[in-house]
């Protein structure tokens, strides 16, 4: 049986890490609340840590039920993540999503596909849209978009 809360905390850590890594683009008083969030984040991770060496929490392993859709699902988000910079935001999240869909879905066909692929374009058209035209909040361009 795995210890749970090992994991957990480690896992932690790792995100306040990667998130303390990306604190240079702040202003000087926009830093102060994602500091103050990592800092809470990584002393977390640590009392979990503690948790996992004094009174552990024992689960059974969870890998076999992971699935081939699962692992395509965080193989794509993984790529959506790589890409966005380079591609652009509106071009690759409208493959992924509807690479995502076309994983998940029950029938693969051309009918299915293509509805996918509208309801990945207009999903992805309407959040790019809310995003930079009412919130001023403005995604990745690359090369194609």
Known sequence: MLNSDFYGGIVMLG???LFWSQLEEFTKFGIMFP?????????????????SKIKPQRVKSFVKE????????MALSIVWIGL???IGFFVISVVSMWAIQWLLSAERNL????????VSIISVSFIY??????LY????SGLLF
Do not use: D
């Not at 500091?35 to 948790?51: Q, R, Y």
């Open 84 to 86: 966005a910079n380079y």
């Open 66 to 73: 992971i699935n081939k859709p699962m692992i395509g699902t």
């Open 35 to 51: 500091e103050v969030i990592i800092i809470i984040l990584a002393i977390l991770g640590v009392i979990i840590l503690v948790k």
């Open 137 to 140: 909040i403005f995604f990745p």
């Open 129 to 134: 849209f809310v995003f930079t035209k009412y």
């Open 15 to 17: 995100f306040a890490a």
């Open 111 to 118: 009918k299915s596909a293509v509805v996918s692929l509208a």
